[in-house]
Structures are given as C-alpha cells and as structure tokens.
C-alpha cells in the first residue's frame, strides 16, 4: 500500500517496493534488536536522543539550544540564563510516565549560545514504552516559559521548507493556538496538552498498512 501510495504521488515506478525485516515485531526497541543503532540524522546519534527528539525539537522554535554539538544532542535543552535546577523540578512534579528530569550542563557548538556554557534540563527517559515525547517537550516548554517569563522568546529558524523561519513551532506542533496557550499557561494546561497529545482511532486508521505483528 505504501509502495502504491509513493508510487502515485511521486512518479517513482511500479516497481517500487518495501522489504519487510525479518526478526523485528512492532513491540521492539532498538536495543532489542542487538544491533549497534544507526545515526537517523547527524545530531541524532543515540537511541536516548531518538526517543526525546520529538518533544525536545519544539525548542528548536525558542532561543534555547537543543544541545546541538554535544553528546546531550536533542536530549536536552540549555541557555546561559536557565535556572535547571527549579525548571526540572517544575517537570518532576508532574509526574510524567517514563521520564525524569535532571539539571546538567553542556556547551553546544552552534546557535543558539554557541561555545557558551549553558546549564541545561536533560530528559531521562526510565520506560520507554510509556513515555509520550511530544507530551513531555510541551511540559518541558511550558516549564520554561513559566519560570523565565523574561529571558525566553520564540525565534524564526529557516529551512528549506521554511526559508523565513517564520511559524516554526506550528510547522512542528501542526496545530495553531498551542503556542497561545502556554504563554497563558492556564491550570488547566496539563489537560490541554494531554487532549493535543492524542490520537483517538489511531490503531484502526492505520492497521491496513502495518507489516509487522
């Protein structure tokens, strides 16, 4: 089906196919497998930077850096002016599942703050089959944005899809009105980011095109 589906949009053969693995089952982990992990891009280089990135990148959209140049590379997020220690306490106490908090330092090689130290939040995930990314990066935001009311911003970052930057965190978030509502940072925040982060009906919706038990 996904082969059809490329095929249709793309232009890219009929030909094309998709080989399933052998010996892999949807409930697996990469270190499951007894492999050594494979780079899915250069400033992912772990399998613990695999699992945060989708939460840590939306700070790729704020003047914190997500690490880039160091081995807490988008495990974690940083600046000069950050208070770690009562930010990641601020995370601990709501006591998401699969992931702590921890103050640490780093010193990235690139913008923003580069070759600056910069005290740092890393999330540590402790389960990963319960630990929900997205969730976690928009507790960590709201965290922030709470504590350092002064110091933080949002930030343009250009890319080839985006030239101007512009909107960023809404191309990642892919819903408007978030960033809205973390500056507000209502008590009912934690409900608002619990109902973004799901996704009713999903299973059904895609079993059609799974090819792994």
């Given at each position: 089906?996904?082969?059809?589906l490329?095929?249709?949009?793309?232009?890219?053969g009929?030909?094309?196919q998709?080989?399933?693995?052998?010996?892999w089952?949807?409930?697996?982990?990469?270190?499951?497998?007894?492999?050594?992990?494979?780079?899915?891009?250069?400033?992912?280089?772990?399998?613990?930077?695999?699992?945060?990135?989708?939460?840590?990148?939306?700070?790729?959209?704020?003047?914190?850096?997500?690490?880039?140049?160091?081995?807490?590379?988008?495990?974690?997020?940083?600046?000069?002016?950050?208070?770690?220690?009562?930010?990641?306490?601020?995370?601990?106490?709501?006591?998401?599942p699969?992931?702590?908090?921890?103050?640490?330092?780093?010193?990235?090689?690139?913008p923003?703050?580069?070759?600056?130290?910069?005290?740092?939040?890393?999330?540590?995930?402790?389960?990963?089959?319960?630990?929900?990314?997205?969730?976690?990066?928009?507790?960590?935001?709201?965290?922030?944005?709470?504590?350092?009311?002064r110091?933080?911003?949002?930030?343009?970052?250009?890319?080839a899809?985006?030239?101007?930057?512009?909107?960023?965190?809404?191309?990642?978030?892919?819903?408007?009105?978030?960033?809205?509502?973390?500056?507000?940072?209502?008590?009912?925040?934690?409900?608002?980011?619990?109902?973004?982060?799901?996704?009713?009906?999903?299973?059904?919706?895609v079993?059609?095109?799974?090819?792994?038990?």
């Amino acid at each position: 089906e996904l082969a059809r589906l490329w095929n249709a949009e793309w232009g890219l053969g009929a030909d094309l196919q998709v080989v399933p693995c052998s010996g892999w089952t949807r409930a697996m982990h990469w270190p499951e497998t007894g492999l050594p992990f494979v780079q899915t891009s250069p400033a992912i280089a772990s399998y613990a930077a695999a699992l945060t990135y989708p939460g840590v990148c939306l700070f790729e959209a704020t003047n914190l850096s997500v690490g880039r140049g160091t081995p807490l590379s988008f495990q974690a997020v940083g600046a000069p002016w950050l208070d770690a220690v009562m930010v990641a306490q601020a995370f601990n106490r709501v006591q998401l599942p699969g992931v702590r908090a921890k103050a640490v330092t780093m010193t990235p090689t690139v913008p923003p703050h580069p070759h600056a130290a910069c005290a740092a939040v890393q999330l540590r995930v402790t389960e990963p089959r319960a630990f929900r990314p997205v969730s976690a990066g928009l507790h960590l935001l709201a965290a922030v944005m709470a504590r350092h009311l002064r110091d933080f911003c949002w930030t343009v970052y250009p890319t080839a899809a985006n030239p101007s930057g512009e909107g960023h965190f809404e191309r990642l978030i892919g819903q408007a009105g978030v960033r809205e509502t973390l500056e507000e940072n209502p008590p009912s925040l934690a409900e608002r980011i619990a109902a973004w982060t799901v996704s009713p009906g999903w299973q059904g919706r895609v079993q059609a095109s799974l090819l792994y038990d």
